[in-house]
């Protein structure tokens, strides 16, 4: 048994100095990330749901950085102290320590369960933005006020309908400012999914299916609305950026207008409805 | 030229090329295309005229496809040995020639040429998708398209299906074939025939897809999303015949694993010796027992909707897409486990031979192991967090993904010890295999953002999501794929690869991967969707910057063919029977390991992880210094 089984320097704490450098370094980087970076991720402020999303993140941002910091520091100072130094060393015949096991398992289980709850929360206050299908059941408190935009997805483009307006129909996404929208997200064909962006919102346009999103507007704010499933040819062009979200009377006004340019050919759509069916499809391109 | 024309018998070269071999089963593949062609234009023509309908016919295409398979497994001489057995011979191993390198071109029921067919198939479709990602990140140089809409869309469809269906045999393929029979004990595989049948199958199903551009590509990128998949051009077939049949090499790949280490675990295997690579390959195995025939059913009834006109995936014909998605996803995402799981296994298995100490809690590492298989299974509806189906259970779906993240703690505990106060060796290997760890790292934690449905609501279906898995993907599965192949291919070859080549490819590949994908987490956040040919202009620079690093790691793929061509073919340097002073079996036997693997079935008394105690001698050629007493 003459194998030569630590390094030079055995008798140093290195679990201890590992700790110290992971809080050390920690202390510098968590705060760094939740309060520097944290809030420049998107989706930003545009809608109540959006601000959730971004808090959300900042709290995710703030349980990683600790453990992104953890292994680095443990990998960083494994590899520089512990590398072989004369071809004959062997490491110490160690095959466990079941406290550490037991340990980590309880950190991580709790950390774990601690994301999910706070992450079940997030979503069940408002929804958080995404789709909800047809009944939807993760409301914001005042739902009953709510105004219902439909959004129809074909390829490749989204229209929407007003229903309140006598279900009026335009190609672009116009929102009133301060207002709780229920969105109905549909599609003529195949599988779309509706992304406004800076609103905070997402959520699968399927055929035959209403799927119900609630976003809280905020301040006036130019929409980037884009497609995020592909949906054949042309996805990579089912975009639009000339949606607004405008003051309350702006809004009115710009209905005004809508139906003045649109109403003559109200009656050539179908009636409003949370699904349409098209005829059935024909193989295309 | 080789030697294996002048080892084998006095028969001429040309009376060889004649018989059950690549050719004939690519002579016997065409004409069952064109047989099956010719029988779908005549049936449906006449008998069902309602397709005149449109002015396409899958079902000739399917046919020529279904027909055009068996040919090719008839040419092989699939069929030999059950005709044989009907007629009354003897069972044998035959097809286990013994010597001449013809035997690599065709049914061989040696797992040890099969593991290096594998290799070489897996490789060259590898290098296929890879090449594809290259032109994507062409694309994505200028925000306006260079290439035509629906040729991008097939890039990409090609580039991720290809990955997704070749790469889940990338590490079972070669190297579980390869190595599990010997690490446990055994001469052969359960099943040897069903084992040549699966790579014979993976070749035949990567060449159909590549067929998919003649007939203007797919659209629908690898998930295949009905209805998108029933109104796709005929191209679509070849998509739908590729996972097909990927679905079947999976699972009796599978079911072959399972059977050999239950049922050929040599005297003193115990499961608790079992090296953990084999415990790897257990767990992956039986995901894809049980998650690719999911995968058959889905592409079954896609198959149904394009040919009889079935409305399974069309809402108004009373299906519905959500279907197809909770199919689909049902084996999708086991099938990122299949490809993350080889990655856990053979980084637990490299990290002990280059720390120089045993395997740190070997039982949390399986414990780990065995969680991750049993919890995605649990989880698929996280891809559908946004389609409005079964609302009610995402805080559900959101719990059991981020539990997964506890089996997969315990890897990182299990690696992270095993190094703690070792004596590492930096060899090229041991670099792959550490790179894992931050490139898992990012990839899991990145994880733990699109787990949580409402930062979800961002990130899904954006480029946030691309670069996620391709960290855990390219960064737990390829990163360590490369570690397998500079560990184990001198002892498949018996040559040694250059290490000198190694250490670049690694540097490079490595910094190339994470300066390709970093910034594409940011592209995503901004509000680029996947699968886009056109992007906003702002969005320019990130996406430059992602496509001139991919150049980089497209190079750094060369650099490794390089080394393979320079060391296999021109170097051929000899390797040490040991050269990494492993205390595993396949360490302790000739390189190349004999046609029998041993000289006689041997008895375990240990676990192959004994570093540092003295109590097994390392095995090491005669003059070298030993390790120790």
Redesign the interface.
Known sequence: ???????PG?DIH?GRRVLVLWLAISAIVTPIAVFVVGPL???GNGSV?AE??VF??QV?IG??AP??VF??V??GY??IV????D???????????SR??LW??VI??VT??G??AF??Y???KDG???????S???LPSNHNQAMDVQVIGQQWEFTYRYPTYGGLETPHLYLPADTLIRLH?TSL???H?F?A??L?????A????D??VYVQTKHPLAL?I????????????MFDGQGRVVSQSEFASWIKQQQALYGPVLKYLPPYSTTY??E?????? | MSEGSTATSARPLWRRLIGFNLLLAVVLGVAGWYLGWYIGKHATATSLSYFGDTDQNDISVFLGYTLGVVGFLIGLGFLQYPLARLRGYPPSLREKETEGIGRYFGLCTDHKVVGIQYFFGIGFFFAVGGLNAMLIRFELLRPTPVFNSGNYLTLVGLHGTMMMGMMTSAILGPFANYFVPIMIGARRMAFPRIESFTFWLLMAAGTILLTTVFFGGFPTGWTGYGPLNDQANYGMDAYIMFFALVGVSMCLLGMNMLATVVTMRAPGMTWSRLPIFVWGVVSTSILNLLAAPVLIAALAMGLLDRTAQTTFFISSGGGSQYLYENLFWFFGHPEVYILALPGFAVLLEILPVFSRKPLWGYRLAVAGMLGVTLLSFLVWQHHLFMSGINSNLRPFYMLSTELISIPTGFTFLCGLMTLWRGSIRFTVPMLFALAWFFNFLIGGLSGIFNSDTPSDTTEHGSFFVMAHFHYTIMGGLIFTFFAAIYFWLPKMTGLELNERLGKIHFWSMFLAFNSTFLPLFVVGFKGMPRRVVTYAPNLQFLNDWASVSAFVLGLSMLVFLGNLVYSLLFARVRAERNPWESLSIEWQLPSPVPVQNFDRIPTFESDPYGYGDGAVPVARPAGAPATGS
């Open positions: 048994m003459a194998i030569a089984h630590t390094q055995g290195h991720i998107p989706p749901q959730g999303q959300d993140n995710l349980v990683s453990i992104i292994v680095l443990m990998l494994t590899l512990f590398h072989q130094r071809a004959v060393l062997e490491g110490p015949p160690v095959r466990g320590d550490l096991q980590w398992i991580t289980s774990v369960l994301l999910a992450g079940t997030e979503l069940v958080a933005g995404g789709g909800q299908g047809p939807a059941t993760f997200v064909d195949v599988v999914s992304w962006v800076n905070g919102v997402k959520a699968d399927n055929p035959g299916t799927n119900v980037n884009r497609c995020s499933e592909l949906c054949g040819l042309w996805h990579g062009y069916s098209p059935p499809q024909l193989r295309a391109g």
